[in-house]
């Protein structure tokens, strides 16, 4: 049955508008794990636009299910992970001037930067997951890192969604994932997903956990966070 990993950044976003100390992504976590959701996701930038070491160093100590790191493979990153010890790690690409996460990581012409951060990150007992396009030659290069996980970036599916394109879209995932599968990698997906264009991702099958965050903390600012994933775990199990 496939899990909903709750992404809280917005929830910091908000916070950091005023620079005060609400809305707590911290008290975020605690409300989505007990609606539902089996594990928590940040991702903490080199530019700390949203969350920040604080909620990480917080979140360790409270999250009760998994915390997944986004973080881009850098040094820095790295020492902070391998300091923190969150459950998994998920290495992305990261651009300071971009809104969000525009697409996945470029394996391929990193290899070894990723490998040298994967081995590192394993070897303190941390699961690896790297955010790829469905691109069969990215999901080749994950296997040869070493990295336990994929996440599949879906934001050209998203985009693509109610359009002529979307078909073609949604056989690149349906590849990508029996691919990722074949090689021993676990499959995971994000990025764009809301409550009505997961429907079809999740028909696929074979992805393990989804990583949402705006279309659930957007939704819970209408109906509540409580409600909100509820909600979006309901869509995820029942299809």
């Known amino acids: 049955m496939a899990k909903l990993g709750l992404n809280i950044d917005h929830v910091a ?36 636009r949203h969350i920040q070491d604080r909620d990480l160093e917080i979140l360790r100590r409270t999250v009760k299910t998994k915390l997944n790191l986004e973080m881009a493979a850098t040094r820095e990153m790295v020492a902070i992970a ?10 992305v690409p990261e651009k300071r001037q971009e809104l969000t996460t525009e697409g996945g990581l470029d394996v391929s012409l990193n290899l070894k930067v990723v490998t040298d951060a994967v081995k590192r990150l394993r070897d303190a007992g941390i699961c690896v997951s790297l955010f790829v396009d469905p691109d069969q030659e990215q999901i080749k290069a994950a296997s040869k890192s070493g990295a336990n996980y994929i996440e599949i970036h879906t934001g050209s599916y998203a985009e693509a969604f109610g359009t002529p394109a979307m078909g073609h879209e949604l056989e690149k995932i349906d590849t990508a994932i029996k691919l990722a599968a074949k090689v021993g990698l676990g499959i995971n997906a994000g990025h764009g997903l809301n409550y009505v264009n997961i429907i079809p991702i999740a028909t696929l099958g074979g992805i393990e956990e989804y990583n949402i965050g705006h279309s659930i903390i957007s939704r819970a600012v209408l109906v509540g966070l409580d409600r909100a994933v509820r909600d979006m775990v309901s869509l995820i199990r029942c299809t």
């Open 13 to 48: 976003t908000v916070r950091q508008a005023r620079g005060g100390c609400e809305p707590d992504p911290v008290a975020a976590a605690a409300i989505g794990e007990l609606a539902g959701a089996e594990g928590i996701t940040i991702h903490l930038r080199e530019d700390r």
């Open 82 to 91: 391998l300091a923190i010890k969150p459950e998994q790690v998920t290495l």
